[in-house]
């Protein structure tokens, strides 16, 4: 079910990280958090099994995937899905974000001559403006074998981070996930966006840095 509120206000305190601000002589600074608008776009992902979720403190971004899976018995063929999701999140004025880890979970079985693979990117833009995006992966897992939960946790350097532009309060993050299963000569192949042991699918940790 989806459980978000388009209304959620988030307060909480923020430690800067970038540039000429030192991680130990950082300082907090308390602002709010409001997510407007959320949209799940592709007709293999409907609002009746996402959720989404952001921590207090605003540094983690939690997306739950529920009955988004494929499988595949068939020789020489390759089943997928893609589901995207747009935030429309009110950043406050003169910060920026972006995104620093992805962690990620699942369910795959996987025997035989076949494989699953699970990928996700991610955009972000001020809303109306799409010009200076740039499509960004976060991660891309290929599974060859075995019956089981799934996890890995991929970090983003401060040097690579795509940060927010600082031209809008209203920003868009959009995050593209995809799942397929490929079954080479003999085998089969199912993967699932969301662990039998019922923890968060996708959990991405973001940063905040004032604009100069």
Same mark, same amino acid.
């Given at each position: 079910?989806?459980?978000?509120?388009?209304?959620?206000?988030?307060?909480?305190? &923020?430690?800067?990280? /970038?540039?000429?601000?030192?991680?130990?002589?950082?300082?907090?600074?308390?602002?709010?958090?409001?997510?407007?608008?959320?949209?799940?776009?592709?007709?293999? &992902?409907?609002?009746?099994?996402?959720?989404?979720?952001?921590?207090?403190?605003?540094?983690? /971004?939690?997306?739950?995937?529920?009955?988004?899976?494929?499988?595949?018995?068939? #020789?020489?063929?390759?089943?997928?899905?893609?589901?995207?999701?747009?935030?429309?999140?009110?950043?406050? #004025?003169?910060?920026?974000?972006?995104?620093?880890?992805?962690?990620?979970?699942?369910?795959?079985?996987?025997?035989?001559? #076949?494989?699953?693979?699970?990928?996700?990117?991610?955009?972000?833009?001020?809303?109306?403006?799409?010009?200076?995006?740039?499509?960004?992966?976060?991660?891309? @897992?290929?599974?060859?074998?075995? @019956?089981?939960?799934?996890?890995?946790?991929?970090?983003?350097?401060?040097?690579?981070?795509?940060?927010?532009? &600082?031209?809008?309060?209203?920003?868009?993050?959009?995050?593209?996930?995809?799942?397929? #299963?490929?079954?080479?000569?003999?085998?089969?192949?199912?993967?699932?966006?969301?662990?039998?042991?019922?923890?968060?699918?996708?959990? /991405?940790?973001?940063?905040?840095?004032?604009?100069?």
């Amino acid at each position: 079910m989806w459980s978000i509120s388009f209304s959620l206000v988030i307060a909480f305190s &923020c430690i800067l990280s /970038f540039g000429q601000f030192d991680f130990a002589k950082a300082s907090e600074r308390s602002f709010e958090l409001k997510v407007q608008d959320v949209k799940i776009k592709g007709k293999d &992902c409907t609002n009746e099994y996402n959720s989404t979720l952001i921590s207090e403190d605003g540094q983690v /971004f939690s997306v739950l995937f529920t009955g988004f899976k494929v499988a595949n018995r068939d #020789a020489g063929t390759r089943v997928m899905k893609k589901c995207r999701l747009r935030y429309e999140i009110l950043a406050p #004025a003169q910060w920026s974000f972006g995104i620093v880890s992805a962690e990620f979970r699942g369910f795959s079985i996987v025997r035989g001559d #076949a494989y699953a693979r699970h990928r996700a990117t991610y955009e972000i833009f001020d809303k109306g403006s799409r010009e200076d995006s740039e499509r960004e992966e976060l991660f891309n @897992v290929r599974i060859d074998e075995g @019956v089981g939960n799934y996890a890995r946790f991929h970090d983003i350097p401060l040097d690579e981070v795509t940060w927010s532009s &600082c031209n809008s309060v209203s920003k868009i993050l959009m995050i593209q996930s995809s799942i397929s #299963a490929r079954v080479q000569d003999f085998g089969e192949a199912s993967i699932s966006v969301n662990s039998i042991d019922g923890f968060i699918a996708n959990s /991405f940790g973001l940063v905040w840095k004032p604009c100069l």
